[in-house]
């Protein structure tokens, strides 16, 4: 079946460090990847909508100068925070479908544990 | 606002009872409706419906929809202690979003 990696799994780091996160589609082509931010005990929340070779449409409240999200290759979408801040610790889940997975499960990567100290 | 409401929110039982998971949904816009497991990691995909009344099974895990009433079931049969986990369901927009309810943490105890 369809395989999502995500890189890395965990990371830890001070106030002020931008971190960047890896979504990559293992043997399908992604046209599409998803950014999504899950806060202790709470659901998956949808940051961002990643278009292969286009900018990303951010939901409504998602600073986009602050979370970036490059979707330069239909393998690979990446998330930078840009300063992070202790609020911005959480767990973020990328997620992945191909050309014509419109109404298709989209496939999820095991997430990055962010946290910031 | 487009909403998914799960309950109930966290549910305790033995191993071998059955339970069931709740989920409704807005209407707008709606394409169909999916469940996952998350344990400790990402979501994995159980089920995804689109019709209306047509049961879908794996294993012990079961769902329906009801198109006319907005909502949708899971159903475990003889619970295990590794059905503990956060149950999710989603629905899938118009412009093929996820919209994700809050879950419901379910316990099996042994």
């Known amino acids: 079946g369809a395989v999502v990696s995500q890189h890395p799994s965990r990371v830890i780091c001070k106030s002020g460090t931008s971190v960047k996160i890896e979504c990559r589609s293992l043997d399908f082509q992604a046209t599409t990847m998803f950014w999504y931010r899950q806060f202790p005990k709470k659901s998956l929340m949808l940051m961002a909508t990643?278009?292969?070779?286009?900018?990303?449409?951010?939901e409504q409240g998602v600073e986009k100068d602050k979370f970036l999200i490059n979707h330069a290759s239909l393998t690979l979408s990446t998330l930078t925070v840009t300063s992070a801040h202790p609020e911005d610790s959480s767990f973020y889940i990328c997620s992945a479908r191909g050309r014509d997975g419109g109404n298709q499960p989209q496939h999820f990567g095991d997430g990055t544990r962010l946290s910031i100290l | 606002e487009d909403k998914v409401v799960q309950s109930p929110l966290s549910l305790v039982v033995h191993e071998g009872d059955t339970v069931t998971l709740n989920c409704s949904y807005e209407v707008t816009n709606f394409r169909s409706l999916l469940w996952y497991k998350q344990e400790k990691k990402a979501p994995t995909f159980l089920f995804m419906l689109?019709?209306?009344?047509i049961e879908k099974k794996s294993g012990r895990l079961s769902s329906i929809l009801d198109k006319k009433e907005l909502f949708s079931i899971l159903n475990i049969t003889a619970t295990q202690t590794g059905d503990s986990a956060v149950y999710l369901c989603a629905k899938i927009s118009g412009t093929y979003k996820y919209i994700f309810g809050t879950g419901t943490r379910l316990k099996v105890l042994a």
């Open positions: 990643s278009n292969e070779g286009s900018k990303a449409t951010y």
């Open positions: 689109t019709s209306s009344g």
